[in-house]
């Protein structure tokens, strides 16, 4: 069975490398509509949208989330740190971060729902997307509430997940499915 959900969901990569091409103001609303229609828990819309064009800010952000990870043992943290040219954000041209209440026992869940939509949104427009965890290092590091403050979150917000997109700069073929990750019960 095809159909375009099932095409742009099958379509869709983690580009890790992206055109120096800005994300229009029609592709960026249309981005945010996908993810303010996301379902939620007991439809409390956890996720708080905060909007980065800001190259500065996400180089500050690399910066913190790379000083995390370099503490953690080698063991630990992506080889990828190691290349201090390596950026968690790919240098996309907008990265959208969400923020919620981590007291909220769904926020987490409801905010991954929220950019997968995101995602896909993206895909259907031929932009690329990324979404990223990685982050929440420079959320824990000294230059947190900075960084809060900053991307304007709410107070008693915290990060939840980022997403990055532009238009990609690489390509990809279809990751490995592995089996033994369905069970039939009758």
Not at 1 to 30: C, E, F, G, K, W
Not at 72 to 83: G, I, L, N, T, V
């Amino acid at each position: 069975m095809t159909n375009a959900v099932l095409d742009t969901i099958a379509a869709r990569r983690s580009h890790r490398a992206y055109q120096d091409t800005p994300v229009t103001q029609a592709q960026l609303d249309a981005l945010l509509v996908a993810c303010l229609q996301s379902p939620s828990a007991v439809n409390k819309q956890p996720w708080h949208i905060s909007v980065v064009r800001d190259k500065q800010l996400l180089s500050d952000i690399n910066d913190a989330t790379r000083e995390g990870m370099m503490r953690k043992e080698a063991a630990q943290r992506s080889p990828r740190f190691e290349d201090k040219k390596f950026d968690v954000f790919y240098n996309a041209p907008l990265v959208l971060f969400l923020s919620a209440d981590p007291a909220w026992r769904y926020s987490m869940l409801d905010c991954g729902i929220a950019v997968q939509n995101i995602a896909l949104a993206a895909e259907s427009m031929g932009l690329g997307s990324v979404i990223l965890g990685l982050p929440r290092e420079a959320f824990k590091g000294e230059r947190a509430d900075e960084f809060r403050r900053r991307l304007c979150f709410l107070p008693g917000e915290d990060f939840a997940i980022a997403i990055a997109i532009g238009v990609p700069a690489d390509t990809k073929a279809a990751h490995p499915v592995h089996d033994g990750h369905i069970s039939y019960i009758d």
